[in-house]
């Protein structure tokens, strides 16, 4: 396939409505086909029901010298191809044809984040065009704004060669290094109850009654989190805390039934170091204490852990560098980068755009921002071969 600049690479991928809740083949096969070389080796990595995949891209050399357990020298590329729907009226252009304005590309996706996936292509491509062993690879993954859920299945099931460990995740954190970020787990607490016609109550039993009572333990549960400073709470001084969010009530069917079902759904923000799991452990424990003999179920719906770069790495000391920054840089939403830490990435995130704008009608990417972004990625990749090579 002919080679298309940057930004003609991000009109094609923002033209695909890779809405998360749509398959991702068609944006997926024509990576592949862009991509597609002698020189390179392309795995499609699917979901458990074949109807969406991960795409990992790497020379063939580089791959076949790769040995599992051993950190892989080289630059790992990785970003997201699905994006949040874009039904909001307020858009003032088809969200799926990019558009210029006043500087800026718009388009669903152009931030969060085919902006940094368009670049990260044709880097890979240029520079395995003249470098056919180049230690550098693309991984891209599919249902992130689901909960991280592809990323969390390619971590725990793929078993293909080991990418290089440095590993680049493209969120868009207006060029700025991010070497650590919260996690993010979903819970469900559900009732159950009887039932039955609201002018005999007795012969029905509500659900949606004990409710009440798990608000107020989850209630008291938030207020002690809210005094706790875990690990790492230093680095998040506008929220130094796990944050618990009592997100969505709903139950019943009708004002003149007795309520069968009520289902409470909570949100939390780990910091670093915090675990999805201990953090059920801790809500199971608050519910089941305020219940009794009250019976409930709680669900894990997603999790994606927390990330922490605790070494300074060649990776974020050349991005600092690039962009003059000293300090240490956090944000309080998750990325695919917690997961792929859990199995050995040392991971830095880093992309053009602003989440600022993402999950927005009328998201966009500033066009400077676009092409010095362009820029630093030929820079990092170009020092990092050198140093490889």
Not at 94 to 107: A, I, K, S
Not at 111 to 123: E, P, Q, T, W
Not at 141 to 169: C, F, Q, S, Y
Not at 348 to 367: C, D, L, T
Request: net charge negative.
């Amino acid at each position: 396939m002919t080679s298309l600049t940057d930004r003609a690479l991000l009109e094609r991928l923002v033209g695909f409505d890779s809405t998360s809740r749509n398959s991702n083949r068609p944006i997926a096969d024509f990576v592949c086909d862009y991509l597609d070389s002698p020189s390179v080796v392309i795995h499609q990595h699917p979901s458990d029901d074949g109807e969406k995949v991960t795409v990992i891209v790497r020379t063939k050399d580089h791959e076949a010298a790769s040995t599992p357990g051993t950190p892989v020298p080289g630059l790992s590329l990785s970003g997201h191809l699905d994006v949040v729907p874009a039904d909001e009226p307020e858009w003032t252009s088809d969200p799926f044809v990019l558009t210029e304005r006043e500087g800026m590309l718009y388009g669903r996706g152009a931030s969060d984040m085919k902006g940094f996936v368009a670049l990260a292509i044709n880097r890979f491509r240029s520079t395995v065009q003249d470098h056919p062993s180049a230690p550098l690879a693309l991984l891209l993954t599919r249902d992130e704004e689901l909960g991280t859920i592809g990323a969390h299945h390619w971590a725990k099931t793929w078993n293909g060669a080991p990418l290089p460990t440095d590993m680049l995740v493209g969120e868009p954190t207006e060029l700025r290094v991010v070497t650590m970020h919260k996690g993010f787990v979903q819970l469900r607490i559900t009732l159950t109850g009887i039932p039955a016609h609201s002018g005999y109550p007795h012969l029905g039993k509500s659900a949606i009654e004990p409710a009440g009572t798990v608000l107020i333990a989850l209630t008291e549960l938030r207020r002690s989190l809210d005094a706790e400073r875990p690990d790492y709470s230093e680095h998040f001084p506008a929220v130094p805390y796990p944050a618990l969010n009592i997100g969505r009530v709903h139950g019943g069917s009708a004002v003149n039934v007795v309520p069968d079902h009520c289902a409470i759904d909570v949100g939390i923000r780990l910091l670093p170091t915090m675990t999805g799991d201990q953090m059920c452990d801790r809500v199971r424990a608050a519910v089941a204490d305020a219940l009794g003999d009250t019976p409930f179920a709680l669900d894990l719906i997603s999790d994606s852990p927390p990330m922490w770069l605790d070494a300074e790495t060649d990776l974020s000391s050349a991005l600092r560098a690039e962009v003059q920054q000293q300090e240490t840089e956090t944000v309080s939403y998750a990325t695919d980068a917690g997961w792929f830490q859990t199995v050995g990435y040392r991971c830095v995130i880093f992309g053009p755009g602003s989440i600022a704008v993402a999950h927005k009608p009328n998201e966009r990417m500033p066009i400077d921002q676009f092409e010095r972004g362009g820029a630093i990625l030929d820079r990092v990749i170009s020092q990092r071969y050198a140093m490889t090579s």
